[in-house]
């Protein structure tokens, strides 16, 4: 039984083009066609601002400063202010994905240290 989850009041999750776009990204097999429709989808800029954020909640689960992030990824501290909020936050999407994606990570990359034990993954 899938979970309903009311995440916005902007956010109609099940209008006909939002249930459409949440599908498109259900029916992706692998990372090729992922890497595909996200480039069809979306401008090479706003690919780029997603990874940052991703990155940027990967290293606030690991209690890194803000100014590391912020020299790290190039946000501003209210973004990552903003991610900090939400990766706290009940909905629970970013540390979803930061999970699964830290297991399945394990097994591909080789983790380099970075300042006080902190791990940095390079892609």
Request: net charge positive; glycine share 6%; aromatic share 4%.
């Amino acid at each position: 039984m899938e979970n309903e989850v009311k995440t916005s009041k902007e956010i109609n999750w099940d209008s006909k083009v939002n249930n459409q776009l949440l599908n498109a990204v259900l029916a992706l097999e692998s990372k090729d066609e992922t890497r595909r429709f996200l480039r069809d989808l979306m401008t090479e800029g706003e690919i780029e601002e997603f990874a940052k954020r991703l990155e940027a909640a990967r290293l606030l689960s690991t209690d890194t400063q803000y100014s590391a992030i912020i020299e790290s990824t190039g946000l501003s501290s209210t973004t990552i202010a903003r991610i900090s909020k939400w990766l706290k936050g009940s909905l629970g999407g970013y540390r979803l994905i930061l999970s699964r994606i830290s297991n399945s990570s394990l097994h591909h990359h080789n983790p380099s240290k970075i300042g006080k034990g902190l791990s940095l993954t390079r892609t």
